[in-house]
């Protein structure tokens, strides 16, 4: 079955540590998003890539490292810098398209939690 | 930069209808998505926009209107399961997508 994996579900770190989380697809999609979301709170946009080797700052991408070297994986890295780092991070992915009549909708991974002390 | 304004909670009874609106400020739309997101979970795709008019899909819809920059999801035949949150997200070109804050969906017996 094609879908999205996130590892691993939970993580703990103590603080000035960086991790890395791991987002993989297997769905040929061209496009995958990081994103960040706080209780009660909306999702926002960290990274964003199009195709491999290359990527896009988001919302909030101060403190965040992402790389493209694959397709299929595309892992995000939360650096000591990141002021409050404690978030529930998801992975998504689509096909990449530019027309506006059809969308491809996002697909989803079932999350990372983050949690840094 | 994009924005996205939509109510923080509505609460309603089974059975009942939900109207869920969106206002957007953006550059470069292309379209309105609604994506519904169960606690703990994943969002999961509803709908998308990139025409003036309503959409249906079954006792969800979705309308937008590109001049008023305006859309909104309607609930309808409310079930206890859909007691979740709902996003509007904006498409804008690059293939950026901007979520709103989300609307969460209380459904009562």
């Known amino acids: 079955d094609g879908g999205i994996t996130q590892s691993p579900k939970y993580l703990f770190r103590k603080e000035g540590q960086n991790v890395t989380l791991s987002c993989e697809q297997n769905?040929?999609?061209?496009?995958m998003y990081w994103y960040r979301q706080d209780p009660g709170q909306g999702l926002r946009l960290i990274y964003y890539s199009q195709i491999v080797n290359d990527f896009q700052k988001g919302d909030i991408a101060e403190g965040y490292s992402v790389s493209r070297e694959k397709k299929e994986s595309f892992p995000l890295t939360v650096t000591s810098a990141q002021k409050n780092p404690t978030a529930f991070y998801l992975c998504?992915?689509?096909?990449?398209?530019?027309?506006?009549?059809?969308?491809?909708?996002?697909?989803f991974g079932n999350g990372t939690r983050l949690t840094v002390t | 930069g994009q924005s996205l304004e939509q109510p923080s909670e509505v609460t309603a009874v089974e059975g009942a209808i939900v109207q869920i609106n969106c206002t957007y400020q953006t550059s470069g739309f292309y379209g309105l998505s609604w994506y519904q997101q169960h606690d703990g979970g994943a969002p999961t795709f509803l709908s998308y926009n990139a025409l003036d008019g309503l959409e249906e899909t079954g006792r969800f819809s979705s309308f937008l209107s590109r001049s008023d920059s305006y859309g909104y999801l309607l609930l309808q035949e409310l079930q206890m399961k859909d007691s979740a949150s709902y996003f509007c997200?904006?498409?804008?070109?690059?293939?950026?997508?901007?979520f709103g804050g989300g609307t969460r969906v209380l459904v009562k017996p």
């Open positions: 997200a904006v498409k804008a070109a690059g293939n950026k997508l901007t």
């Open positions: 998504a992915s689509t096909i990449s398209r530019t027309g506006t009549a059809s969308d491809s909708p996002l697909h």
């Open positions: 769905l040929n999609h061209d496009a």
